[in-house]
């Protein structure tokens, strides 16, 4: 089966999570367009959705699904988002499509993340994935000079400006054994806004698509 059809099915595998009347999170990426692109053929419909980016609010638009602030909604019941990389203990990578720091806030506010992948994802340890990292401009090459001292090999992903205004660093070479202290080491860094690691709040529900169907894991 192709990456995009595993990809829909585990997208379609997420409305199991939803209520009526709800308003939800949305990530960011192609596995969160399947998941919207299923809420607007099924005909779901939701109070709101939170959206973590431009390009997902722009989804959200065309599917006719109200998008709402954050702000004025307080803390929400679910959370649906992709990711890079997955453990099955709900640690993630994600970033990829540079949208990291608003995912990390709108799944810091949801009750439930449930993250949606296809099986190339889950890796035993995080690190093939190269690590987005999003700074501010001005510090880019001090952070980028913290990340060797780590061990990594920063990139800077030249071109790319996140919807904050900022830039991302790739970090490659890093083999993550404990990600919740890598995270808190790197978000110390003076310039960085959001490192891709998500593991102090990672995924409650991981739902992984593969040849055999969808595969639900609880961490
Ligand atoms: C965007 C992300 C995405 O969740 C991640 O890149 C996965 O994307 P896709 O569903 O397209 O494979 O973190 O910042």
Avoid at 42 to 65: C, H, M, P, W
Wanted: with cysteine; aromatic share 4%; charged share 25%.
């Amino acid at each position: 089966m192709q990456a995009q059809a595993k990809k829909r099915l585990a997208a379609q595998a997420a409305l199991d999570y939803l209520e009526d009347d709800m308003t939800i999170g949305v990530g960011t990426g192609s596995t969160v367009g399947e998941f919207i692109g299923a809420l607007r053929e099924r005909r779901i419909s939701l109070r709101g959705a939170v959206s973590s980016s431009k390009a997902t609010s722009a989804l959200l638009r065309a599917a006719g699904i109200p998008e709402v602030e954050l702000n004025d909604v307080g803390d929400l019941p679910l959370y649906v988002d992709g990711a890079d990389e997955a453990t099955i203990h709900g640690s993630l990578i994600k970033g990829g499509g540079a949208a990291l720091t608003r995912e990390k806030i709108v799944a810091a506010a949801s009750a439930r993340f449930v993250c949606i992948i296809d099986d190339s994802k889950l890796v035993d340890v995080l690190g093939r994935f190269a690590l987005p990292v999003e700074v501010i401009p001005m510090a880019r090459s001090y952070v980028a000079r913290r990340l060797v001292g780590m061990g990594g090999q920063p990139v800077w992903r030249e071109g790319a400006v996140t919807d904050n205004g900022n830039e991302i660093l790739d970090v490659h070479n890093l083999r993550i054994l404990d990600p919740a202290e890598l995270e808190t080491r790197i978000d110390q860094i003076a310039g960085v806004v959001t490192v891709g690691l998500f593991a102090r709040r990672g995924a409650d529900e991981l739902i992984v698509a593969g040849d055999d169907g969808v595969r639900r894991i609880s961490p």
